[in-house]
């Protein structure tokens, strides 16, 4: 006896994989084009910045670097460096949201969502690292203010933007709906 | 791939896997700190059975079975002999002789000697046989104690609370379990391997009774608390419910784990208990130990066949599912992190060969904070079961000796490094055989398969 209703229908079990392939693509892009990456986050920090400052801020895209305090005595530039961007922290999170989807096809919208807000909130918190560093050179000049902002608050801001990260990315995918 | 984006791609992989280990160990903290004792219910309520696997045990077997006589003076006692070599089934026969309560289940080569879980399978089948279909199920409790297992006089009031059996969902509890030799020096050895030894089982005590523990009572959030082997309760109805022709216990390694993942999937739920515990030998010998760590690595990595069948359960949800992905995942993550954590050192490394005075300036100029840091984050997780073991389990040990523990503890966890490479070799080698790790007052090695 065939039970033709009991079995899964192709759409319910394609695209689900299919979004968890493509997730897989997305993290591999990161690592693939992580200079166009960089540049359009040093572009959105050259933004930021001069939201804050009434000098000069140019952001040379070519060499992801931005430039602030144009006009003061004391400019600046800061260069994007593959250890320091958001790109590769965006990785393990599309790793295990493409895994989650795969195993568990039911809750992808569940899971893009968290992945959605997660990631902003790793791009915000790297964006944020970038902010603070900027107005430490700006007041206490250019070598303490540069090594305090990029060694130890630096490190703060990235352990515990990653962890909140974390937390919200875990906490939304996995929570349970109210049944109504 | 550029030295750069292979340094920022590693640093950020260490960076994430740390966090997320980080996170981890905070939400852990907060149920174990907050634990307080619950109402016990009363024994008298169910049928006790404790099964005992016993390979070339004689050392240590009829003390235990004359301690579960003495405690426990309603239990019966069912000790399985997987064909020892040595006087094993004469010990327990002799005291079977003179008491009906203690069952001796014996088992011969070939069919002998197949793994702990087959050896329970067998006391499995007989006890059911034994007590034959009229039995109440619900109110008949197996436990499993080892060879050398003192569960504490409590442990059956406290497992018959309202919360634990006294609860019909319940299939299976898990009590803390401590080190019997913990604070005693293994005689004969030179002092500094007394000394070494000591330290050993004290890791040993405080890694099971503080950060396990702490794992265990924070899966009770997520549904998924898993189950131990050693002081082991579970309810014969559940046995039941996931039993195959030959028996509830499946062939994996991790007998004890495979045991709750089956009953979590089978809609059953399990607990935990700080309110007692068993007492067990910790090893002495770091060569012991990290047979014993390589054997549960594999046993771990074994069970990575569940994946799929935990994701797919309907009876747990999406928060347990990962809780258990996650602790499965733990030995890959060890074999990732060997390779990830030096690849930052050895590029630094390399720079600092090429052009050393820039690199000095580099650290000396503020670089040394972020290794300080990181440091601090990479020790932390681990340190503060030190104070907390102190605080919560032995508070006769000083608060500077506590800090020595913690960070002992770290040094003690990083053989799990170790052991996952050398369960990877065993798993590639297809040698899934059970290495019986030997007691301290064992002198030959019994090596199976």
Known sequence: MAVVGALPGPRTVTWPKALAVLLLVAAASLIVWQRAYRTVEMMLAGGLISLFTSDGVYVASQRQTVYFGLGSETPFGLRMSPECTSAFLLLPLLLVGAVMIALRPRISRQVLVALGISMVVLVLVNQIRLLMLVGLIDWLGTDQGYYLGHTMFGSLISVLGGAAALVLFVWLATRQRKVK | ?449
Request: glycine share 10%.
């Open chain 2, 1 to 449: 791939m550029s030295l750069p984006v292979l340094l920022g791609l590693t640093q950020a992989l260490a960076l994430t896997m740390s966090v997320a280990f980080l996170t981890y160990v905070c939400l852990i903290v907060v149920p174990y700190l907050r634990h307080t004792p619950d109402t016990p219910g009363d024994p008298d309520d169910f049928d006790w059975h404790f099964l005992v696997p016993c390979r070339d045990e004689e050392t240590v077997v009829g003390g235990t079975v004359r301690y579960l006589l003495d405690s426990f003076p309603r239990a019966h006692i069912w000790v399985i002999d997987d064909d020892s070599e040595d006087t094993t089934a004469a010990v327990v026969d002799d005291i079977a002789s003179d008491e009906s309560r203690v069952h001796l289940v014996r088992r011969h080569r070939p069919n002998a000697r197949t793994g702990k879980g087959d050896a329970l399978n067998a006391a499995y089948r007989d006890l059911r046989s034994t007590l034959g279909s009229d039995v109440d199920g619900d109110r008949t409790i197996v436990v499993v104690v080892d060879a050398d297992g003192r569960p504490a006089a409590n442990c059956l009031e406290v497992c018959a609370a309202e919360h634990l059996f006294g609860d019909e969902t319940i299939g299976a509890v898990q009590i803390d379990v401590w080190m019997s030799n913990r604070g005693t020096l293994q005689p004969g050895s030179s002092r500094l391997g007394k000394r070494f030894g000591a330290g050993l089982v004290r890791m040993q005590d405080l890694e099971f009774r503080t950060a396990i523990a702490a794992i265990q009572m924070s899966r009770g959030l997520t549904g998924t608390i898993s189950m131990g082997g050693n002081g082991q309760f579970t309810r014969l109805t559940a046995l039941e419910a996931i039993a195959d022709e030959n028996g509830p216990w499946r062939g994996a390694l991790l007998e004890d784990f495979e045991l709750g993942v089956h009953l979590l999937t089978a809609g059953w739920r399990t607990g935990f208990t700080r309110d007692t515990h068993v007492a067990q030998e910790g090893l002495y010998s770091l060569r012991r130990f990290l047979s014993q760590r390589t054997r549960w690595g594999q046993g771990t990595m074994q069970c990575a066949r569940y994946v799929r069948r935990i994701w797919d359960s309907t009876h747990l949800s999406t928060l347990g599912a990962a809780e258990m992905l996650y602790y499965l995942a733990q030995p890959w993550l060890q074999l990732l992190g060997t390779l990830v954590y030096p690849i930052p050192f050895l590029l630094l490394g390399m720079r600092a060969m090429g052009d050393p005075n820039e690199v000095w300036s580099w650290f000396a100029d503020g670089a040394w904070i972020l290794f300080a840091v990181y440091g601090a984050f990479g020790l932390l997780p681990f340190l503060i079961w030190g104070p907390i073991y102190r605080a919560r389990c032995e508070p006769s040990v000083g608060r500077l000796r506590s800090i020595g523990y913690g960070f002992a503890y770290a040094v003690y966890i990083y053989t799990f490094y170790i052991t996952s490479w050398r369960a990877l070799y065993r798993l590639a080698r297809r040698r899934n055989g059970w290495v019986k790790t030997r007691r301290n007052t064992e002198r030959a090695v019994t090596v199976d398969h």
